[in-house]
């Protein structure tokens, strides 16, 4: 439906907005039958951050829309592990003696759950009412039954060892490890999985869980995340208990654990299988950990060692983002990592973006089936391109002509990204509003302003991402252009409207340029 959407209809659906007009009342025929194929079987979707940052306070009315998108991009593997996860604590401390009272010191409040689920923190928020917890679990509900509905196997979230601090009080001969602070947050504590009291506690919480919402066969869970004590513990041992529980009530169950940092350390995946876990790299777009790209933040020589993993992108975090991505590694990675050595269990793409409502068109280059740079007919991106009429665009992508990277990872600490666009005609005049605390915007100019090359960078001017248009035509009240400065082979300048309390302040400008149909080309 979406290939139709978008190469017949030459329309498109996002969070900033649906492309529908173009529709026309006879619908487009599509003629020979067309047949495409991703080159990976998985798709995976979302972090838990997303759950906290954009969807805390997400009704059906939201949660039915973004399913949808979902089946419009292929998804397949959907995290969906934080909105139940309130009445299965809730019945499963219940059953371990627990009352209101001590489990509600438990839970944290809306916004936090994803930290929490993390294992780095617990109550804070809270208490939340048995309204809202009700409430979740109609939500989680009605979510499942559409994700099933349209092929999807949700990712539930498994029990890893993460306790109350309390337990110990009520289990003091159990091995029960306190975990200390993340940032200035108390952990909850970690239940040894070697420790009986495991297998007894994770028995009644998939009880529990299957109760409210049914089968699964993935399950997440990140034992140590971003810290925590791991001292005095047999990791290795510890994650086959963590499987084990898994299993005794889904003898096929697949273990999600997220690839971030240093995690899974070592020692973990010694203790586990090939076909017993999938590893998401989830920052594989500029922090790989498969081992393909030594010059990583989070590189790991032996890789995701024998077992399968996704590769996925980290387009944000928090949900801040700018006017542009990492598009040529959204296009390239994939491919790279799937044809190197230590890619032979890559098995899926995917995205953990920490917030949603952002470019859309990130997301199109992702998802995108064929192994190229993905053709965005149709597709628009409020306040920056809009695409038409059956022409391709691609946007947000850098021009460095040097410091290009390998696999989409840049060298010399560079984003390694590019594209080339050819003006067509004429398509829309746009209004861009720049908030500089976040954005710098430059412009190049070439003489005749017969081309112009736009710059955006993050907030730490760390990625510089550069659109050269031939043809660009500013316009729009007394804009004007400052020559800045000279660096390297080409003259950068500033472009801001001439209105006095802009150029005073600098705090924010306003550019308004004509965009093209175009096609792209990659360099």
Not at 15 to 44: F, K, M
Not at 64 to 86: C, H
Not at 97 to 104: A, L, M, Q, T
Not at 177 to 203: C, H, M, S, V
Request: aromatic share 10%; charged share 20%; proline share 5%.
């Amino acid at each position: 439906l979406n290939h139709y959407l978008r190469h017949y209809c030459h329309a498109s659906v996002s969070w900033c907005g649906d492309n529908l007009a173009s529709i026309p009342d006879t619908l487009p025929a599509v003629g020979e039958p067309v047949h495409i194929e991703a080159s990976q079987p998985l798709r995976y979707y979302l972090n838990y951050c997303t759950y906290s940052y954009s969807m805390a306070f997400w009704g059906w009315e939201e949660w039915e829309k973004e399913i949808d998108r979902m089946a419009l991009q292929g998804v397949n593997l959907p995290l969906m592990a934080v909105n139940s996860q309130y009445a299965v604590w809730q019945n499963t401390l219940k059953r371990l003696g627990y009352n209101e009272k001590e489990i509600s010191e438990f839970l944290p409040g809306a916004g936090y759950e994803a930290w929490w689920l993390m294992g780095n923190l617990e109550g804070f928020g809270g208490p939340v009412s048995q309204k809202f917890i009700d409430r979740q679990t109609d939500l989680q509900q009605k979510m499942l039954r559409r994700m099933r509905e349209l092929g999807m196997a949700p990712v539930f979230q498994g029990f890893y060892g993460m306790v109350p601090n309390s337990l110990k009080e009520k289990f003091p001969e159990a091995n029960i490890k306190e975990q200390g602070e993340w940032q200035t947050y108390q952990r909850p504590a970690f239940l040894d999985p070697n420790d009986p009291l495991f297998d007894k506690i994770a028995d009644i919480y998939y009880d529990e869980q299957e109760k409210l919402f049914g089968k699964a066969v993935y399950f997440a869970g990140d034992p140590f995340h971003e810290g925590g004590q791991s001292e005095g513990i047999d990791v290795k041992a510890a994650a086959k208990k963590i499987l084990q529980a898994m299993r005794r009530k889904t003898p096929e169950a697949i273990w999600i654990i997220q690839g971030w940092q240093r995690n899974p350390m070592r020692d973990l995946l010694e203790g586990l299988e090939h076909g017993e876990a999938i590893i998401l790299d989830l920052m594989a777009c500029e922090r790989p950990q498969w081992g393909g790209i030594k010059n990583s933040l989070f590189y790991k020589a032996e890789g995701h060692m024998h077992h399968d993993w996704i590769w996925c992108a980290l387009p944000n975090f928090g949900g801040k983002t700018g006017l542009h991505g990492k598009m040529s590694s959204y296009a390239s990675g994939v491919v790279f990592a799937k044809n190197h050595p230590l890619g032979k269990n890559l098995c899926g793409i995917g995205t953990a973006p920490e917030g949603i409502g952002t470019i859309p068109v990130v997301y199109d280059d992702l998802f995108a089936p064929e192994d190229v740079l993905c053709d965005l007919c149709g597709h628009q991106v409020h306040g920056v391109i809009l695409a038409h009429s059956g022409h391709r665009v691609a946007v947000l992508h850098a021009a460095l002509l040097e410091d290009v990277g390998v696999g989409g990872v840049a060298h010399k600490g560079r984003a390694a990204k590019g594209v080339i666009v050819k003006a067509v005609q004429p398509l829309e005049l746009l209004g861009v509003l720049f908030d500089q605390g976040n954005i710098m915007a430059d412009a190049f100019q070439i003489p005749h302003q017969c081309r112009a090359h736009l710059v955006a960078a993050d907030h730490q001017n760390i990625h510089g991402c550069h659109l050269i248009v031939q043809n660009l035509l500013l316009s729009g009240p007394a804009v004007r252009v400052r020559r800045k400065h000279r660096e390297k082979r080409c003259v950068q300048y500033s472009i801001f409207p001439a209105a006095d309390k802009y150029r005073k302040s600098r705090q924010c400008f306003c550019i308004k340029f004509v965009i093209f149909r175009a096609q792209a080309l990659r360099i």
